[in-house]
Nanobody
Framework: QVQLVESGGGLVQAGGSLRLSCAASGRTFSSYTMGWFRQAPEKEREFVAAISWSGSNTYYADSVKGRFTISRDNAKNTVYLQMNSLKPDDTAVYYC???????????????????WGQGTQVTVSS
């Protein structure tokens, strides 16, 4: 089992920044690709960003590319999402997720993730 706990959400004005953190406990953190997803009211959960177990590969949704940065610190069992130039459309509950590095398939798909956090709310006001 892997337990994931997100933090860092909040209310911010458009153009502002937030940094989300996801602390993992349980099995070896460095064996997992980590992803961030978000879900706005009445919308499906969507991919935001992912990072490989080593940190050498990163993936971003087109809607956040150039504004968001995913990173990880395996020594601290933590993955981060730095969000800059936030827009009202970024308002959502943000979820951290983990998938074993050996899983096949795209890290952009929700179906490949085994563990999920409880989510943290991000609200961007205009």
């Amino acid at each position: 089992q892997v337990q994931l706990v997100e933090s860092g959400g909040g209310l911010v004005q458009a153009g502002g920044s937030l940094r989300l953190s996801c602390a993992a406990s349980g099995r070896t953190f460095s064996s997992y690709t980590m992803g961030w997803f978000r879900q706005a009211p009445e919308k499906e959960r969507e991919f935001v960003a992912a990072i490989s177990w080593s940190g050498s590969n990163t993936y971003y949704a087109d809607s956040v590319k150039g504004r968001f940065t995913i990173s990880r610190d395996n020594a601290k069992n933590t993955v981060y999402l730095q969000m800059n130039s936030l827009k009202p459309d970024d308002t959502a509950v943000y979820y951290c997720a983990a998938r074993h590095y050996s899983r096949s398939g795209s890290p952009r798909s929700t179906s490949g993730y085994d563990y999920w956090g409880q989510g943290t709310q991000v609200t961007v006001s205009s």
